[in-house]
């Protein structure tokens, strides 16, 4: 059992639509499929993610409302999901009202960092698929992660609202959580025909810097097909370009981990 906590990587942008839980799905199978013990939190009330792991609503008994509202600990929300190494504590639409319940509660933005905190977790990694907002539920993401993810679809307005993330994130870090840092920027839906996204990915690469990923995600039929099967993309397809994306872009993470340990 691990007797250190994991790192806990937040997988945020306040827009929809752009790949965020096809991310979290498909890079937490990646780093289980090298060997690491990895926890998906499903941290959106939509539940994709959930359901994107082949877990059907009548199954998720215990959930991250559960977990948020203190009624269970990590132990027991935690479902095996069919892929070795990859655990998953799921999400309903039970989620939505805690953006509510949790404005009169004490510590209210500490409630998932407390959860996470009470127990050792036997995990390397914790993914959490945030939702496409940046109310509380995200904000106690935030508070619980060592670092954030931030996938950025090719596109036109890709940059609108990435300042307005970028200052929560320093909002966060200055009042709650001084270790959160940003662990990088990944451009999704990437379509090397389309001339405006080699365009756009010039923009990102030069206002961001070192800060984005050098693998980015393809756009791919098939990675739009997984989800309507309960399997990841790399699971209903390893061969297709999204699939052998996402397992770069777990060897580029990993490998930016091993840089920050380093360097501490």
Excluded: W
Excluded at 117 to 144: H, K, R, W
């Amino acid at each position: 059992m691990n007797t250190t906590q994991p790192k806990i990587i937040a997988v945020v942008n306040q827009k929809g639509g752009v790949g965020k839980t096809t991310t979290a799905v498909n890079l937490a199978t990646a780093l289980a499929a090298v060997g690491r013990r990895v926890l998906l939190i499903d941290l959106d009330p939509q539940g994709n993610a959930s359901t994107g792991l082949g877990i059907a609503t009548a199954d998720r008994q215990v959930t991250t409302y559960d977990l948020i509202m203190g009624e269970v600990n990590v132990s027991e929300a935690v479902i095996p999901t069919a892929i070795p190494k990859l655990s998953l504590i799921a999400a309903t639409i039970d989620l939505t009202g805690a953006e509510i319940e949790l404005v009169s509660m004490v510590r209210r933005e500490l409630r998932l960092r407390e959860a996470l905190e009470a127990q050792p977790l036997p995990y390397d990694n914790v993914l959490i698929d945030c939702p496409p907002s940046l109310g509380l539920v995200t904000l106690n993401a935030l508070t619980a992660a060592d670092s954030v993810l931030i996938p950025l679809q090719c596109e036109f307005y890709a940059l609108e609202g990435l300042s307005h993330l970028f200052r929560t994130i320093e909002m966060v870090r200055t009042r709650m959580n001084p270790r959160l840092s940003i662990h990088g920027v990944v451009l999704t839906m990437y379509d090397r025909r389309n001339s405006l996204t080699a365009q756009i990915e010039q923009d990102v690469r030069q206002f961001l810097g070192t800060q984005v990923y050098k693998t980015v995600i393809p756009r791919n039929v098939r990675m739009s097909e997984a989800p309507s099967h309960g399997k990841p993309a790399l699971i209903y397809d390893l061969r297709c370009p999204g699939s052998q994306a996402y397992l770069k872009l777990a060897g580029e993470l990993l490998r930016r981990e091993k840089k920050q340990l380093e360097a501490a």
